[in-house]
């Protein structure tokens, strides 16, 4: 039953989540499993304790679906340090005020970014992102429209006849771009879309930042931007169709920093006493609107905040939000070298959650993660909560990897692991939009999954904190 207070609060996320134009959206499948029933996937029902059923039968992955619909549609690709990941700082900060939390903006300096936008007077599909890279070596802050020809590889037999004016599709090849963008230049060309080479299935190119040998001092007179597999494929489709023009805008980010979002509430024990630590990381990659990567392990984050803030725990409960987490780890790097031995030492177990409700059908593994290989409190805790909700059988054994806020922790030695569904073969077995502007929630998300991993992670990090 909701209270007045959670019905008001979700009545303002609506009301936001309209305001930042995502109100355009589709009708997900809820789960619709009460707690002692079998889950799908689940080899048994459950044998849930009394502290759990306080948390499976509050966590909602539909009330998590809110916050997404803010993060992915209503501000869309949140890149490190810009004001896109400014607002979604703002947004996840104010959510965790709202539920009584101690919240504090962690500043970092992040590198600059340089970002392009495509848009057509005719409009282009709205169910792709149209951000793509700029190359930092060419023309920015700058903003050039005209008819879009496709020069295909760029080589001279297949050279459209006049590109004066024009925006050329041109296929990127590094060890040419050079001498490609040379030419585009020198015919009069306004601008060159670089197209990405298609990678082997399931995966997909990013867009990307093309890189050239001009300085600063002397950079290409015209943009040059790289889009992702995806827009190339878009791009060629509506071109076959008939006339297309485009608009091209670059933009040049410059002395950035981006945030952590960290929130508390003090346990029972004293002062200094255990932490147990439920994280995600909320920036993206250019050009896609990170409804799963990793949009959904924040909105799990603020539904176990939510669930949690009210459950007696003798330990300290911390809830992160890790910034620019797409340039390397940055945030959750830069959050444990400031941390003091003493307080290193408090933290019992970090539950990552990176990528944990794609709805890609192959990605039937929930996976274990942990940048030693080795199991530690985190992976413990988890494989046990599966095994009280029947689903020991999809659940990975502790498996060696790194690449999330996870390793940021385990190496100084603290206790954490990464949670996330991915292909049963191997966690490099990722769905075909990650990292690409296809990861929306309409192409990429499972309530199913994202329910799931709620009741794991909240269930593990209750039984840690108690």
Known sequence: MET????????RRRMLTIALGGAATVALPAPAWAAGDQRPGAVRPPTLTPH?????????????????????????PRIGGTRSEHKAAGYISSVLDRLGYDVTLQPFPVADKFLAQLESPRGLPRDLCWQAGASPHAALDVRVRGDVLDAGSGADDAYPADVKGKILLIDYVAATREALVATAVARGAAAVIFLPADLVEPRRASAFSPTLPASAENPVPIPVVGVAQAQKHR??????????????????????????VLAERRG????????????????????????????????LTLEVARVLRHLPTTATLRFALW?????GLIGSRYHVAQLPQAERDRIVAVFQNDMVATSWDPATRYWLLSFTGQPNR???????????????????PVTLRGSSDHQSFQEVGIASANFSWRGEESPALLEPPYHSPEDT????????????????????????AR
């Open 235 to 260: 791009l060629r489709a509506l071109l076959a169709k008939g006339r297309l023009k485009l608009t091209v805008s670059t933009a040049a980010h410059r002395g950035l920093t981006s945030h952590n």
């Open 4 to 11: 007045p207070a959670e019905k008001s609060s979700l009545s």
């Open 268 to 299: 029972r024990g004293p002062a200094n006493g255990p932490v147990v630590s439920v994280s995600a990381h909320y920036d993206t990659v250019i050009g896609a609107p990170g409804a799963n990567d990793d949009g959904s392990g924040t909105v």
């Open 441 to 464: 929630i309409a192409k990429n998300i499972s309530l199913e999954r994202l329910q799931v991993s709620l009741e794991l992670i909240g269930s593990a990090a209750y039984a840690t």
């Open 323 to 327: 910034g620019s987490e797409e340039q």
């Open 378 to 396: 985190a992976t413990d805790e988890v494989a046990a909560a599966a095994n009280r909700l029947g689903y020991a059988p999809r659940i990975s």
């Open 52 to 76: 759990d059923l306080k948390v499976v039968n509050r966590v909602s992955a539909e009330r998590a679906l809110q916050h997404l619909r803010v993060l992915s549609e209503g501000i869309g």
